[in-house]
């Protein structure tokens, strides 16, 4: 799949985003006043960040309103309800900490399940997809989940919270990489039976329908930067797991220390993010000889 | 809405013939030249007189060679090339259509062809990530789905004679490769075509159930010898002499020399 960077930084913000409004909810920490508005800031920046520029990748952003209609069967509209649902109750839990310095806990609560129900349903979009079968797995959502919660602790100070969930959610992430790069295969979906004349023998792509590329190409054929995958996935798990969790422990906590741990584990995410877009291959590819 | 009906009254769609296409690209062209003026948002070009020119089509032809397997002792079978035309397969259980957020994805219950209303597309582009056969295109120009439509404005349009009611590939093709109708009635032509020639399903491992069939291409006859002269011709040295006889031995008889 084509690595667009509107959706990397979609799914790498909003996620820490969601993941900081999920702790906030739960009232830890519980910040009042001025703290409790920087807190709330840097999580709607990342939630509202993150939508916004998914929405840069619509061919219609005007008409996005109408995707809130088909929660029914789709996960997209799925997720976007769960997600404007989410940000208006956190902004009046946020308002009550902020303005009167109390907490409205059961809107807190239900702010939390939202975040985490938001970051669930954006998972789901992927794992869906049974034209993508690297995707199509329970880790799919176990990893958004697992590090949206992980960076969500990080964010909001949590360290002892953080440090056992970046370690589950780096380890989720190399059984999620090794089980993947086979599910492809074990897809059973195959040249021969995209083209079905695999009982007259050896199919090869002898020429595509056009000389040049095409939608399709360019959106779920990306053979290019899958080659120094490997390298990307021991940065990304260096910067986001190893590092950060070296660094906290370490070191005594301070904000340069808390900044560089986030600093590093956005990179790392970024990182396995591109590698999750890139390293996807679309049963589509199998027309065009490609994967 | 983007709930799939249960069952439709017709399952309208294409046979298509692997075995007469000749990869004219004929059905390529007036498929875009029919949609680019007719029902929603043209089909765009881009850098249409460049090098790198590229556009939307919603139907195109692929080609593959097919090596049958080489047997040993027998004479390697030549490979054959197949044309493959591909459009969309209007499927039963459509995975474009449940993916779609905005309800502009969906298929009818009444003939079961499956359509985008353009103008409530948001050009998310899921829809074209959940169809396994790449037979939506988002118009990079208009920034909505694309797809065949089944020619909806043909087959039932009264505007145009009989014979014109039918999609624009199946009216085009030169080798009547490609085939229309209601894949729900057992006695359509298109159905016992499918019975007659084992009509087979693309990716059925995806669980889409297309509509659409492809009939296999026939088994190729096997050539006769038709060089009647040639066993009256007498070989042409068959033992050498002098020298050249004695260097073909010698060689012959070097480790790996041809016998
Ligand atoms: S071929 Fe693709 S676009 Fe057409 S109905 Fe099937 S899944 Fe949808
Ligand atoms: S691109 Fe249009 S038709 Fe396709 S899923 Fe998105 S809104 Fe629906
Ligand atoms: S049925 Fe119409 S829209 Fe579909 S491939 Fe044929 S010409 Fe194109």
Redesign the pocket.
Same mark, same amino acid.
């Given at each position: 799949m084509h690595p667009a960077p509107s959706v990397i930084i979609f799914t790498t913000f909003s996620g820490l985003g969601f993941g900081l409004l999920f702790w906030l909810g739960i009232g830890m920490p519980a910040p009042t006043g001025w703290l409790a508005f920087v807190y709330f800031v840097l999580a709607y920046l990342g939630a509202v960040g993150g939508l916004l520029a998914s929405t840069f990748h619509l061919g219609h952003p005007e008409r996005a309103l109408k995707a809130f209609s088909q929660w029914k069967t789709s996960w997209l509209s799925r997720e976007g309800i769960c997600a404007v649902a989410t940000l208006l109750i956190m902004a009046l839990y946020g308002a009550g900490l902020v303005f009167f310095g109390t907490a409205i806990k059961p809107l807190g609560w239900l702010g939390a399940i939202g975040a985490l129900l938001t970051v669930f349903t954006t998972s789901m979009i992927y794992a869906q997809l049974k034209t993508v079968p690297r995707w199509k797995h329970w880790t799919t959502p176990a990893l958004f989940l697992l590090l949206s919660l992980a960076g969500g602790a990080l964010l909001s100070g949590n360290v002892g919270i953080a440090l056992p969930l970046l370690v589950l959610a780096g380890a989720l992430q190399a059984v999620a990489w090794v089980h993947g790069d086979g599910r492809f295969l074990a897809s059973g979906t195959t040249m021969k039976s995209a083209t079905g004349l695999g009982d007259i023998g050896e199919v090869r792509a002898f020429e595509p329908p056009h000389t040049g590329t095409n939608y399709l190409m360019r959106e779920f054929i990306h053979e290019v930067g899958r080659k120094h995958a490997l390298q990307l996935r021991i940065i990304a798990l260096g910067l986001g797991f190893v590092l950060p969790v070296l660094v906290l422990l370490l070191l005594t906590f301070n904000l340069v220390v808390a900044v560089i741990a986030v600093l590093s584990h956005v990179a790392g995410v970024l990182t396995l993010r591109w590698l999750f877009f890139a390293q996807a291959e679309h049963v589509v590819g199998l027309y065009y000889g490609k994967r | 809405m983007t709930e799939l009906p249960a069952s439709t009254a017709k399952k309208l769609g294409?046979v298509i013939d692997l075995d007469t296409c000749v990869g004219c690209h004929a /059905?390529v062209v007036?498929?875009k030249g029919?949609?680019t003026e007719n029902y929603g948002a043209p089909l765009s070009d881009q850098n249409a007189y460049s090098g790198a020119a590229s556009g939307t089509f919603?139907?195109r032809v692929h080609s593959y060679e097919v090596q049958p397997p080489i047997l040993k002792d027998e004479p390697a079978p030549a490979a054959q090339l197949i044309h493959f035309p591909k459009?969309?397969l209007h499927c039963d259980d459509a995975p474009c259509v449940t993916v779609c957020p905005t309800g502009a994805s969906y298929k009818r219950s009444e003939d079961g062809i499956v359509l985008v209303n353009e103008q409530d597309c948001i050009g998310c582009g899921l829809c074209a990530w959940a169809c396994p056969y790449g037979a939506r295109e988002l118009d990079a120009k208009e920034g909505v789905m694309k797809k065949?439509?089944? /020619?909806v404005d043909r087959i039932y349009n009264e505007n145009l004679p009989e014979e014109d009611r039918q999609?624009?590939?199946v009216r085009t093709c030169p080798s009547n490769a490609r085939h229309f109708g209601d894949l729900a009635d057992p006695e359509s032509d298109v159905s016992i075509l499918v019975a007659e020639r084992g009509g087979f399903d693309l990716m059925p491992e995806q669980g889409t159930k297309p509509t659409n069939k492809y009939l296999p291409p026939r088994p190729k006859d096997v050539e006769p010898e038709y060089d009647i002269l040639a066993p009256y011709l007498a070989p042409v040295a068959s033992e050498g002499k002098g020298f050249v006889n004695w260097l073909d031995k010698a060689l012959s008889a070097l480790p790996g020399g041809a016998k």
């Open positions: - | 294409l /059905c007036s498929c029919w949609n919603l139907n459009s969309c065949c439509t089944l /020619c999609p624009a590939c």
